[in-house]
């Protein structure tokens, strides 16, 4: 079956603009998480959705960092006034669980965002 | 908090040589453990993983054991392959609010033939 989907796979962007990256959860997933991975670093946890629920945005780095989930599917994040440091990989994940955390969550092939 | 400590990458062995990645990690809870990994041009997939102490998780010739008194969960394979070329990430979940991954920074592991 389809796996979770992101688009674009890469997206080069100037300093100061803004951009929206797009994920396609896995039919039926209620859960869906975003994750960066910056150059050498371990993957960070940004945001979380599940179902109608108000999302978790813990891991959100600043008020640019937005994102929305419609229709309990597909998610957008956006990231507004971009800057140099925001330059990484964003992944998207879904998962069927309810929050029981041992649930596998399944990655999609990320979008590559370089802010020159 | 929650975190993990992956062994400093990255590591080159040669085919039908035996591979352990070391993964240790703090946790507040109980917390389930994952391995991730990442082959060339491709998303990053599961590899194996183990909810509960004592639990091995075992796919594709790699296995990992749930070791609660020394907070581990180390990565082995009795016989590297070429095609086992990736980038491995330890992982943990603990259940609650929203179950997020928390990641080690990754290792790469190259084969040569």
């Known amino acids: 079956g389809a796996g979770v989907s992101q688009s674009p796979s890469n997206k080069v962007t100037e300093k100061g603009k803004d951009v929206e990256l797009r994920c396609d959860p896995i039919s039926g997933h209620t859960a869906l998480y975003w994750y960066r991975q910056r150059l050498g670093q371990g993957l960070e946890f940004l945001i979380y959705f599940q179902g109608n629920s108000a999302p978790d945005k813990s891991g959100l780095p600043s008020d640019r960092f937005s994102a929305e989930r419609t229709g309990g599917s597909v998610s957008t994040l956006t990231i507004q006034r971009t800057q140099q440091e925001d330059s990484a990989v964003y992944l998207c994940a879904s998962s069927s669980s309810a929050g029981g955390g041992t649930d596998t969550q399944y990655f999609g092939p990320g979008t590559r965002l370089t802010v020159l | 908090g929650n975190s993990v400590t992956q062994m400093e990458g990255p590591v080159t062995l040669s085919e039908e040589a035996f591979l352990t990645i070391n993964c240790t990690y703090t946790?507040?809870?109980?917390?389930?453990l994952f391995w991730y990994v990442q082959y060339p041009g491709e998303g990053l997939q599961l590899l194996l993983k183990a909810t509960k102490a004592d639990d091995k998780g075992s796919n594709k010739g790699f296995e990992a054991t749930y070791r609660k008194e020394t907070t581990s969960f180390h990565l082995e394979k009795g016989s590297v392959q070429v095609s086992d070329s990736a980038v491995y990430f330890c992982a943990l979940s603990v259940s609650g609010a929203n179950s997020k991954l928390t990641f080690g920074k990754g290792i790469t592991l190259s084969v040569r033939p």
């Open positions: 946790a507040t809870g109980y917390p389930s």
